[in-house]
Structure formats: structure tokens, C-alpha cells
């Protein structure tokens, strides 16, 4: 094992392309012995984009080792507000909404601010309806309402029931397990083997208690087929995220669980593997500091923008488009150096899951005030400004038109008057943009920009599919679509 920690002390720039050589000489595919154990598909990660590899891997005949390095599967997938962006699905047609795969992909273009990859955000926005059938009738999961999220065009996610990603994580984990994928958590990917140029391989230490990265032993596994990484992103890694975006150090939390620090991706540099985009970091517009990381505040917020508005506490006014995309909303709070203060009336309140309130108003991150007035005061608003912003937004609602910010007001919002409630908003950091080039087919590009062989990746392990911005439920798109597109291709070789 002399080669792996040599190669970790000189580090990923040139060099490492040298220690995969020699790692290549040390753990050489024909040689037997030096492999611990074999498998035809190894898939890294066990969110949304690493389940559904798994399951359309094992589908397509091949035996599937699927490794996590946390103790409980799932990573930042059971975390998100549960909802899959799908044009045309049968819950907007009840609601008699009209939509389509070229507008979801107009709305990519759009948010994603001329960074997109546009051939990898046509398959998201073609297969968008396609992907959320799949996970409704083949994996059996249940759909109960539609939201809308800051920046897309119509309410298109369809939100699963009980609103968490668990309510997904769960039944994609039960499928993978009845197809007979093995799934093994406290395995962490150390470093992929390559021979002549192709993933023969990989080095895993199993054993592994996150954070202690000498905890466990290395095992050498072989791989027949193809390597999915589907290890998520690297919000959590503050030392890579402040290399690329120095704005966002140890100042700013994250609302990703613990293990997003980018182990799978910095492997596949190692190797070569090209990376895009990597300095658009997105941070989440609707967290709260009142409570630690993702929370319950994202899924009330996002539930109420374009009923109720947002005003910095300091000036009493509003300062942005509620309804804007993550960024646009994100970067206005920042700038005021302070929480906004979000404030809507019960009569309002209609489309957030009732759990939701229930919890919030629970843990403290939500405020219920008999009127207006009192969370002014509360929050020490001062309350001649808020008054009038709070007769402005009433009189736009009335209008269904917002004349200072063009935010987008629903149909069935209400004057908001008598019994308020409040959340306070600071953003943290959510999601990286940013990550492996890889190909409409989910290959992961070399630096020579040419598919590395039995190479696939998926999920927000991945760059180019969204661009500047993420539009809300669209990476759950992408994770399930590109992760299934990845297993059935890792197969086939």
C-alpha cells in the first residue's frame, strides 16, 4: 500500500496522474491474488443517483456491489423537500395546468445564465415525466400534491407524500435489495485502479468511521464492468469550496449532511477526470439560523412564496423577487449583511404540509403573532414602513400583478391580514454546481475530453446540467434520470 499514501502526500495537481500509474502496476487486473473481492458493477454512493444505477444495473443482468461511507444510506437525498419536477404529469393536468418538456428546459436555460450544458439539459427536461412515472408506478411511490419553486415558469413538482426525501430513499433501497444488489455502508471510495487506461477496479476502506479517514482497512475490489460514482457533492468541504469560491470559508454553514465532502470526485481527478464549473456553489435562500442545517424553514418557505413577502427587518421594506430563482434571492439577503424576515397570514398558509408547520412552529424557527403589527414588533420592524409594504403587497395580490419586483402571484392568494406568521432567513450553502464532465451517456470525460472507459458518474457529483442556478426538484430529476442512465450503461460493457 506504499503507492496510495505516496499519492496522497504529493496531491491531485500532475502528479497524480504518476501515482495512478503506479497504482496501476501495484494492483494489475490479471493478477488474482491482489483482488479481496470481485463485482460486475460497483456503484459509489447511495442517494437517489446511486440507488437508481444500482437497480438498473442489476436489471440488465449484472451483480451490483453498491458502497456508502456514512452508517446510514441515503446521504443529502433524505434530506431534500421531496418533489420531482415533471412537466405534463398527471397532478398538473388536474390543476389544469399546461406545461411541457420544452418549457422545463427553457427554465433550465434560463435560470442556468448561458452555463448550461444544453445536450445534458435536454435529456433532463425530455425525460423529466418519464422518470417521475418510473418512481410512481415501478418503485411505488406516492404523489400528493404540486409545488412551486422560485424560478420555474408553473407549479410543476409533484411533492411526495409526507414531503421528505426519505418517503423516496426508502422504497428505491427496498427495491434494490429485492433485486439482490449488495449494498455495504462504511465503505469509503480511496482510489480507483486503472489498467491501460480503463476502471478495472478500486480501493476501499471498509471498516470506515466518518470523520477518521485511517479508520478501517483497504480492500482492493475488482470491477468487470463499469464504476458509478455517485458520491454526491462537496458542500461540506469547506477547504475545496473556499479554493473555488473564497467568499463561502467556515462562516457559512451548509445544509448538507456531514459526508458532502467531495471524496468520490477528488478519486476521479485523481485519475484525470475533468471537472467543470466548479466555483458555482449554490446557497439555499430559505434556511433558517434559528435552527441547524437543511431544516424545516425551506419547506414553508417554499410552500408561501408569492403569498406572503419578504423585508429586511432593518428598513421594513421588501428588497427582492420572492419568487426569483435560489441565487437571485440568496445574493439580495447577503447584500443586506443581515436575516430577512418572511411574514404571511394564516389565510395563507393552505399549501404548506401541515407536518411542516407543526414542527416549525414547534422548534421555534416559526412565529405566529395575532397580527401584523405584533411581529413588527417582535422583530423589531419599524412598523410604519412595514405597514406600508404589507398595504403594497396586499394591493398587488388584489391586482395579481407585483409592479416593484414582478414576484409571481398565485391565483388563490389572499389579502394577508389578520393572524401572521414569520420566519427568519439566512442562506446557507446547498449545492455545487459544479463537478465531472461527463456525456449525455453519464461517461465521465478524461482530460483528453474522451470518455475514461468503464468511468460513469451521476448526480451532483456531475458539472454542466444546471449551470449558475438549480432550479428547485430538478437535481432530483437529474439524480434518478442520470443515476439509471448510468447503471443501465456501466452494465452494458
Known amino acids: 500500500m506504499t503507492n496510495i499514501s505516496r499519492r496522497r502526500a504529493i496531491g491531485m495537481a500532475g502528479a497524480g496522474l504518476a501515482a495512478a500509474?503506479?497504482?496501476?502496476?501495484?494492483?494489475?487486473?490479471?493478477?488474482?491474488?491482489?483482488?479481496?473481492?470481485?463485482?460486475g458493477v460497483l456503484v459509489v454512493g447511495s442517494g437517489y443517483?446511486?440507488?437508481?444505477?444500482a437497480i438498473e444495473a442489476r436489471n440488465a443482468g449484472a451483480e451490483v456491489l453498491l458502497v456508502e461511507k456514512m452508517a446510514i444510506l441515503g446521504?443529502?437525498?433524505?434530506?431534500?423537500?421531496?418533489?420531482?419536477?415533471a412537466p405534463g404529469s398527471d397532478l398538473q393536468k388536474a390543476a389544469g395546468i399546461k406545461d411541457s418538456a420544452d418549457q422545463l428546459y427553457?427554465?433550465?436555460?434560463?435560470?442556468?445564465?448561458?452555463l448550461v450544458h444544453e445536450e445534458l439539459a435536454r435529456v433532463v427536461a425530455d425525460n423529466a415525466l418519464p422518470t417521475y412515472e418510473w418512481v410512481r408506478d415501478y418503485i411505488g411511490v406516492k404523489f400528493?400534491?404540486?409545488a412551486f419553486h422560485g424560478g420555474h415558469s408553473v407549479a410543476r413538482s409533484a411533492a411526495y407524500m409526507k414531503g421528505n426525501g426519505a418517503q423516496l430513499v426508502k422504497p428505491l433501497v427496498e427495491k434494490a435489495k429485492s433485486l439482490g444488489v449488495t449494498i455495504r455502508s462504511r465503505t469509503r471510495l480511496e482510489d480507483i485502479i486503472l489498467e491501460n487506461g480503463r476502471v478495472v477496479g478500486a480501493v476501499l476502506r471498509e471498516g470506515f468511521k466518518f470523520p477518521d479517514e485511517k479508520s478501517g482497512r483497504l480492500i482492493r475490489c475488482r470491477v468487470k464492468k463499469g464504476l458509478v460514482l455517485a458520491g454526491g457533492g462537496f458542500s461540506q468541504n469547506v477547504a475545496l469550496r473556499s479554493l473555488h469560491d473564497p467568499r463561502?470559508?467556515?462562516?457559512l454553514e451548509s445544509t448538507n449532511q456531514p459526508g458532502a465532502t467531495g471524496d468520490a470526485l477528488m478519486a476521479a481527478q485523481r485519475i484525470g477526470a475533468v471537472d467543470i464549473q466548479m466555483d458555482w456553489i449554490q446557497l439555499g435562500p430559505w434556511t433558517s439560523p434559528d435552527e441547524p442545517g437543511f431544516g424545516v424553514a425551506p419547506k414553508i418557505v417554499e410552500a408561501v412564496v408569492g403569498y406572503g413577502f419578504m423585508v429586511d427587518p432593518e428598513t421594513g421594506l421588501r428588497f427582492v423577487n420572492e419568487t426569483g430563482n435560489r441565487k437571485v434571492r440568496s445574493d439580495a439577503i447577503v447584500k443586506t449583511g443581515h436575516p430577512a424576515v418572511l411574514c404571511v397570514s394564516q389565510d395563507n398558509v393552505g399549501h404548506v404540509p401541515p407536518f411542516a408547520l407543526e414542527k416549525g412552529l414547534q422548534n421555534g424557527v416559526?412565529?405566529?403573532?395575532?397580527?401584523a403589527e405584533a411581529l413588527a414588533d417582535f422583530h423589531k420592524i419599524p412598523k410604519d414602513a412595514f405597514m406600508k409594504t404589507l398595504g403594497e403587497w396586499n394591493a398587488a395580490i388584489e391586482a395579481k400583478k407585483d409592479p416593484k419586483f414582478s414576484a409571481k402571484i398565485f391565483d388563490d392568494t389572499k389579502k394577508n391580514a389578520g393572524k401572521f406568521y414569520s420566519v427568519r432567513l439566512w442562506p446557507r450553502v446547498h449545492y455545487t454546481m459544479g463537478g465531472l464532465a461527463i456525456t449525455p451517456k453519464a461517461e465521465v470525460l478524461g482530460n483528453d475530453l474522451k470518455p475514461i472507459p468503464g468511468l460513469?458518474?451521476?448526480?451532483e457529483i456531475c458539472g454542466g446540467v444546471h449551470g449558475m442556478v438549480r432550479l428547485g426538484t430538478v437535481s432530483i430529476v437529474d439524480c434518478l434520470l442520470f443515476g439509471r442512465i448510468a447503471g443501465r450503461n456501466a452494465a452494458a460493457l
Not at 28 to 39: H, I, M, N, R
Not at 366 to 371: E, G, I, L, Q, R
Open 21 to 39: 500509474g503506479a497504482v496501476q502496476t501495484a494492483f494489475a487486473a490479471g493478477k488474482a491474488e491482489t483482488w479481496d473481492l470481485t463485482c
Open 49 to 53: 443517483a446511486g440507488l437508481c444505477a
Open 75 to 85: 446521504g443529502n437525498s433524505l434530506l431534500c423537500g421531496g418533489g420531482i419536477a
Open 106 to 114: 427553457r427554465d433550465m436555460l434560463k435560470s442556468g445564465g448561458g
Open 144 to 146: 400528493d400534491r404540486l
Open 248 to 251: 463561502l470559508g467556515a462562516q
Open 366 to 371: 416559526v412565529k405566529a403573532f395575532d397580527s
Open 456 to 459: 460513469f458518474a451521476a448526480g
